[in-house]
């Protein structure tokens, strides 16, 4: 990161279990620079991606990395399973991106939300700034279930920070 002139900034410690939203994602280039922002701070995370992704050789470096496909063209319970997940482990960290895709989504997914509602963890508030050359967690949110307020003040946190390496792709929805 540091020779493509990219900084990470972090100012909170990491939890033991947490969802991490990570915005934007405009670009095939959020995985890569996300993937080593958090191996530049020996953490490891779990990441939903989906599966048409896991194909050979593909697959096997993808589950090496903590990958874990998502079939969308069939109506599963992910939020219940990653809730049980989380359940099952004494740590885990679970990178999510709410827009669900790379393309201009008006109106971010809320798993992100729902799996950490009902896992009882905190959301690490992870932002990725091309202008800036910047990817950070700055903010461990914890929410409160009251869905509206919190995702007012989840939006106005990307609001603030997030910079996409395509703006034409990027929205953050209305409260």
């Known amino acids: 990161l540091k020779i493509a002139g990219w900084k990470g ?24 620079i996300g993937k080593l922002f958090y191996w530049s701070l020996d953490r490891k995370t779990s990441f939903l991606m989906k599966k048409s992704w896991f194909f050979f050789p593909m697959g096997y470096l993808f589950r090496a990395m903590n990958g874990i496909p998502i079939d969308r063209s069939k109506k599963n319970s992910v ?12 740590k885990m960290h679970l990178a999510i991106t709410p827009e669900g895709t790379r393309k201009l ?56 920070n997030a910079g996409p390496k395509f703006s034409e792709r990027f929205a953050i929805p209305e409260n």
């Open 9 to 32: 900034v972090v100012s909170t410690d990491e939890p033991l279990k947490s969802v991490i939203c990570v915005a934007p994602h405009t670009s095939n280039w959020d995985f890569i």
């Open 105 to 160: 989504n008006n109106k971010w997914r809320l798993g992100f939300y729902h799996i950490a509602v009902g896992a009882k963890v905190p959301i690490q508030l992870a932002y990725i700034n091309f202008q800036k050359k910047e990817m950070g967690i700055t903010e461990v949110f914890y929410p409160t279930g009251d869905e509206n307020s919190d995702l007012k003040h989840i939006y106005d946190f990307y609001r603030k």
């Open 79 to 90: 939020v219940e399973q990653m809730i049980e997940e989380f359940a099952k482990r004494d």
